[in-house]
């Protein structure tokens, strides 16, 4: 991503309240698998944090430095134990393999195969974005998570709302 789309985020996460965690993640990150977690474009940093306080090990990064200040701001307040990172999705500079990569409200088609390729045997991605309500190129549609993902078993594919949710695990 180029230093105005760094710029675009950072309007975006600076004229955004106090951020709230994935309720699709709560109520699935039992289907997850434990143990190291990568959170992608993890914004203020609340879905790093609850996974931190329910025993991952997480690395959360975005490329916005307002959501990266935010995000360490909160894991400090929550003494939540996660490692807060500056990168741009596009040019992931992440080694695996990681037990559980998270993906919310942040879709970049052309990472799936590399996000996949970083997990674990047997570790699980959970992708929620919405189907609808903002640009037609940002919404998934029906059935495009496993689509995205051919390597992977799907565990769940969901739609709640105006959000589709997606878990699936490497073989």
Same mark, same amino acid.
């Given at each position: 991503?180029?230093?105005?789309?760094?710029?675009?985020?950072?309007?975006?996460?600076?004229?955004? *309240? !106090?951020?709230?965690?994935?309720?699709?993640?709560?109520?699935?990150?039992?289907?997850?698998?434990? *143990?190291?977690?990568?959170?992608?474009?993890?914004?203020?940093?609340?879905?790093?944090? @609850?996974?931190? #306080?329910?025993?991952?090990?997480?690395?959360? &990064?975005?490329?916005?430095?307002?959501?990266?200040?935010?995000?360490?701001?909160?894991?400090?307040?929550?003494?939540?134990?996660?490692?807060?990172?500056?990168?741009?999705?596009?040019?992931?500079?992440?080694? *695996?393999? &990681?037990?559980? @990569?998270?993906?919310?409200? &942040? #879709?970049?088609?052309?990472?799936?195969?590399?996000?996949?390729?970083?997990?674990?045997?047997?570790?699980?991605?959970?992708?929620?974005?919405?189907?609808?309500? @903002?640009?037609?190129?940002?919404?998934?549609? !029906?059935?495009?998570?496993?689509?995205? &993902? !051919?390597?992977?078993?799907?565990?769940?594919?969901?739609?709640?709302?105006?959000?589709?949710?997606?878990? *699936?695990?490497?073989?």
């Amino acid at each position: 991503m180029s230093q105005s789309d760094r710029e675009r985020w950072n309007r975006k996460y600076g004229e955004l *309240g !106090p951020g709230a965690p994935s309720v699709a993640l709560l109520l699935y990150q039992g289907r997850l698998t434990r *143990g190291r977690a990568l959170d992608v474009a993890g914004g203020p940093g609340e879905n790093a944090a @609850i996974l931190a #306080l329910a025993g991952w090990q997480v690395t959360v &990064f975005d490329l916005s430095d307002v959501a990266v200040r935010r995000a360490r701001i909160r894991v400090r307040e929550l003494r939540a134990e996660a490692l807060v990172v500056q990168a741009d999705a596009l040019h992931l500079p992440f080694r *695996g393999p &990681f037990e559980t @990569i998270v993906v919310t409200r &942040f #879709l970049e088609r052309a990472i799936a195969r590399e996000l996949s390729g970083l997990l674990a045997r047997g570790g699980t991605i959970f992708c929620e974005q919405p189907t609808r309500g @903002i640009r037609d190129d940002y919404c998934v549609k !029906p059935g495009e998570f496993p689509a995205l &993902f !051919p390597d992977l078993e799907t565990v769940l594919e969901a739609t709640q709302g105006d959000c589709a949710v997606y878990v *699936g695990r490497r073989p």
